[in-house]
């Protein structure tokens, strides 16, 4: 058997003030095809049981499930015996209440209707870890017709998360050119070594080792004219007095010691508006608040559709994504987009998007961590929650279609 596993309960052992739990996971042999990880593995699938899991035990305790959220928060990870880095997941929740209109929720499930639909709020706390790894990158630089223009060669690669874009960003930043006079090349095995794409560590290893990359030219640059190290000038008269019109820098940026003694996470929060149908269990996400602290935000653009694109896959949990197998051989029947459905624009809501001020330097010098991942986590969890909130039926399996809709309880105590 091929062994996998997803550690949907390390959430658990982080997210709150839980000093008393204990998580295990076990591994079953199986006759099927073998998962593998897709987005956030271990965080988008336990994030959804433990969210709503909060949201349950709020609801017994008579609590606002963002009060109860705030009351059991932590600024040490006790899983893992270390402090956060940083940690605005209250801010997070509570600047996300506000602009959601969270005042505005009905207590009682059922309490707020609009016709046959039944109209319900939800919320859930989101993490993900921020790894950053060890990363090299080469600039080469060149003076033509009084312009620098810079080449950053890395051998990582942009899986259409923007990687382009803000090494070109961090470049132009450190070099003091315009963007426009800044290339980027990436996945060619000649180039200097990354740990590759993935994990949500693409962001703060490559702009970072582009950063070293560029300081080390400039600081080789004065260096061979005995220039002080804090004197400002251009990387282009630094050329011309070197009568260089080109020249190549290494960098490698790496964890700090500090960076190993604390629990590095980027956190947020999310929000959802769901409209159900009382009668068939139809129901429309309607709106979404996504509220993230995720250190220094380099490009909000690019930024923000990475959310929107988590947001998405965490609404398609939800919805309608499910791997089918047939029982006589065990294979997947669900094989190609035209069987297995994924959120389109008609099946998501308005949605808005809202980064916190941050900057984490002790995740590393450009207090930069990872967003991709952090998007579809407890995404699930806000809507589950958000449908217990309109009809008073918990939720508990993935995806929630119109059928279970129907077919479920209500909870006991609810009129």
């Given amino acids: 058997y091929t062994q996998y596993y997803e550690a949907c309960g390390n959430v658990s052992k982080m997210l709150y003030n839980t000093p008393n739990n204990e998580i295990t996971h076990r591994l079953i042999p199986l006759n099927l095809p073998c998962p593998d990880s897709m987005r956030a593995p271990?965080?988008?699938?336990g994030s959804?049981?433990?969210?709503?899991?909060?949201?349950?035990m709020a609801w017994k305790l008579k609590m606002d499930p963002i009060d109860f959220r705030i009351k059991n928060d932590t600024q040490t990870d006790l899983g893992a015996g270390k402090p956060f880095s940083s940690r605005l997941l209250t801010e997070c929740l509570r600047i996300g209440a506000d602009k959601f209109g969270w005042k505005n929720r009905s207590v009682a499930p059922g309490g707020k209707q609009e016709g046959n639909w039944l109209i319900g709020y939800g919320v859930s706390a989101a993490s993900r870890a921020a790894p950053y790894k060890k990363t090299s990158s080469k600039v080469i630089l060149a003076l033509r017709d009084a312009r620098v223009y810079a080449t950053i060669q890395m051998d990582a690669t942009d899986l259409g998360t923007g990687s382009y874009t803000i090494i070109a960003q961090t470049a132009s930043e450190y070099l003091g050119i315009p963007v426009e006079q800044v290339t980027v090349e990436l996945g060619d095995s000649k180039f200097p070594v990354t740990p590759g794409s993935g994990g949500s560590w693409g962001a703060a290893s490559f702009c970072n080792a582009a950063r070293m990359a560029c300081l080390n030219a400039i600081t080789s640059l004065k260096?061979?004219?005995?220039?002080?190290a804090d004197q400002n000038i251009s990387v282009a008269?630094?050329?011309k007095q070197n009568n260089l019109n080109t020249f190549e820098a290494e960098g490698t940026a790496e964890p700090s010691e500090e960076f190993k003694k604390h629990s590095v996470f980027s956190f947020g929060a999310n929000f959802a508006e769901v409209w159900v149908d009382k009668d068939t269990?139809?129901?429309r996400i309607k709106r979404m608040v996504n509220v993230g602290s995720a250190g220094k935000i380099i490009n909000p653009k690019t930024a923000y559709s990475q959310i929107i694109g988590g947001l998405t896959m965490g609404a398609g949990m939800v919805i309608a994504e499910q791997s089918q197998i047939e029982p006589n051989f065990g294979n997947f029947i669900t094989r190609s987009l035209g069987d297995y459905h994924v959120p389109v624009n008609l099946d998501m809501a308005n949605v808005d998007v809202i980064f916190l001020p941050e900057e984490d330097k002790i995740a590393n010098d450009m207090g930069v961590k990872g967003i991709g991942e952090l998007g579809i986590t407890s995404v699930a969890a806000s809507i589950a929650n958000a449908i217990f909130n309109a009809t008073g039926k918990r939720m508990r399996n993935l995806p929630i279609t119109p059928e279970k809709l129907v077919e479920a309880k209500v909870e006991k105590g609810i009129s």
């Fill in 223 to 228: 260096n061979k004219k005995n220039i002080a």
């Fill in 281 to 283: 269990g139809v129901y």
């Fill in 42 to 45: 271990g965080e988008a699938t």
């Fill in 48 to 56: 959804f049981a433990l969210e709503c899991a909060m949201d349950e």
């Fill in 237 to 239: 008269e630094l050329l």
